[in-house]
């Protein structure tokens, strides 16, 4: 089954009595996977076997890059597949087909054919950036049995997962601390922009307080700032 495959459970008479997900005839106009709805068998694939291909031969096939069309002609091959096995075997995923050699084509189905041998291999191919359980000739670790490389490639996600949550973690106790120490700097900056005249205003109050009576009415009143350097 592949992650889009559906599941789908019929009575001896192929009329279906429920589906892990159901298709309206609005999403697929081919067939309805309706509970009541008699089942009917998906549109035949005219894509050839993984292990026994020819290479292209049509014009429209020909026009298109061998990337494409792998991806369209072959059956049971993704997009990881499809980079590993061209970058495996030296082919840049955008050439023509068309100028693709009778050699490089051997050597596609060939590197495709010690992919088919080698399927129950327990190991890990380790890539610059990351792992795969892709068998291709990438730095490799081997494992006793299979299974054992399947709980070595989980652990070690599960652990870049602890890691990244620890990451993240960190990064929003520095985040708080950053965003606490800023508000603080700028309340001290405004405190020190308020209080930068206030010894300048306690002089000035210190030299009225001790100042004679003005008289009534009078708009100015003289002292002596004995504050004042010299």
């Not at 429209?60 to 993704?78: E, M, Q, R, T, Y």
């Not at 990064?171 to 508000?183: E, H, N, P, Y």
């Amino acid at each position: 089954m592949g992650k889009n495959s559906n599941l789908i459970l019929c009575d001896r008479e192929f009329l279906i009595l429920d589906a892990i997900k159901h298709v309206p005839s609005w999403q697929n106009r081919f067939r309805e996977i309706l509970p009541g709805r008699q089942y009917q068998r998906p549109p035949l694939q005219t894509k050839q076997d993984f292990f026994a291909w020819n290479p292209p031969t049509k014009d429209k096939d020909l026009s298109i890059s061998v990337s494409d069309w792998l991806k369209k002609n072959i059956d049971g091959i993704g997009v990881p597949t499809v980079q590993a096995l061209l970058r495996e075997v030296g082919i840049e995923e955008e050439q023509m087909s068309a100028f693709l050699s009778e050699e490089q084509w051997n050597l596609l189905q060939h590197r495709m054919q010690v992919t088919y041998e080698n399927r129950k291999a327990g190991c890990l191919y380790q890539t610059e950036l990351s792992q795969t359980l892709l068998p291709f000739a990438f730095s490799t670790g081997s494992w006793s049995p299979a299974s054992s490389a399947l709980e070595e490639h989980f652990k070690q996600i599960e652990q870049n997962a602890t890691l990244l949550q620890e990451r993240n973690r960190l990064s929003s106790i520095l985040q708080a601390a950053w965003t606490k120490g800023r508000k603080k700097l700028f309340a001290l900056e405004e405190d020190l922009q308020q209080g930068k005249d206030a010894d300048c205003y306690r002089i000035w109050g210190e030299l009225l307080k001790n100042a004679p009576e003005p008289e009534v009415r009078e708009e100015e009143i003289q002292v002596i700032n004995y504050y004042e350097r010299t």
